[in-house]
């Protein structure tokens, strides 16, 4: 236990680093910078508080903090920055507050016990491997003020039955929900024009997919290792184009493709979707 006295004004990078035995810390409330990897590595750490006077906190502060259950996050900090939470394994529960404008690539890799997150309005991107590795992830939350979701963001989430996209983004990136085996449906939003490789390979229990009007591409292994995909809606009116060395939707064959009314011709002859043996115009019943 450690307890810092009132009147200092900040903690230096990789201060604690390392510290096993350290299990709790009083910072005071002079304190207005953390540095970068100050709590880095500790393992048993399970209690710190955060004062309102802090304004900045450096990248990775907490990385490898596997014992720390919960962190009050100050709105006097903005930014939650690269790798702060990687690898805190034992974080249940932690809100972002409206303060926040930005979070860093890793932020939350492999808290693997982080059950829900709700990401505020006053953020507009979500980094590459976010969330990646949070097993236990369940509720996802993302407003429409995010108009892009950075590569395997949602990676191996195992637990995500759900997920709405937000209106705004453009792409689907690589892998983004790669290993999301709980995930049962998606809708990709009209403005996305590309799904990109592995976005949702090994998504297991995925049964519906309906695909925007905007999409012209779909790459490498998109939706490889879905067996369980059984109706895919496709709005587009061009049917969109494969990679030539994509692995997609044609082990799906029986699932039924639902495309707009006057394009049946156009996908029985496109690549790949030529190979569905069941394709009907939205509002057809399919027998």
């Known amino acids: 236990v450690i307890e810092l006295d009132d009147g200092v004004t900040s ?18 409330n002079s304190v207005t910078i953390i540095g970068e990897s100050s709590f880095y ?14 304004t900045k906190i450096g990248y990775a502060v907490f990385h490898n903090c596997s014992s720390l259950p919960s962190v009050i996050w100050p709105s006097s900090v903005t930014q939650i920055n690269i790798g702060m939470f990687q690898g805190c394994s034992s974080l249940t529960e932690f809100t972002i507050p409206n303060s926040v404008t930005s979070i860093g690539n890793y932020a939350f890799q492999d808290c693997s016990k982080l059950k829900a997150i709700v990401i ?4 507009s991107s979500i980094a590459e491997k976010t969330f990646m590795g949070c097993s236990s992830l369940a509720e996802v939350t993302i407003p429409n003020t995010v108009t892009s979701i950075g590569y395997e963001a949602f990676r191996d989430c195992s637990s995500l039955p759900a997920i709405t996209l937000p209106e705004q983004i453009t792409q ?44 012209t591409n779909i790459t490498n292994y998109s939706f490889m290792g879905c067996p369980a995909i059984r109706t895919i809606i496709c709005k587009p009116t061009t049917p969109p184009v494969f990679n030539d060395e994509s692995y997609n939707f044609e082990v799906y064959s029986d699932a039924i493709l639902y495309v707009p009314a006057g394009c049946t011709s156009a996908y029985q002859n496109a690549e790949v979707w030529r190979k569905f043996k069941n394709i009907a115009e939205e509002g057809q019943n399919v027998k």
């Open 172 to 215: 689907i990136s690589y892998r983004t929900f790669q290993g999301c085996s709980s995930l049962t449906s998606i809708v990709i939003p009209e403005l996305v024009k590309s799904i990109w490789g592995e976005a949702f390979y090994m998504c297991s229990n995925l049964k519906s997919v309906v695909i925007g009007s905007g999409v």
């Open 11 to 28: 903690i230096g990078a990789y201060a604690f680093q390392d510290c096993y035995s350290l299990t709790s810390i009083t910072v005071p």
């Open 41 to 54: 590595g500790c393992s048993n750490l399970t209690s710190i508080n955060i004062p309102n006077k802090v």
């Open 120 to 123: 505020p309005e006053s953020i």
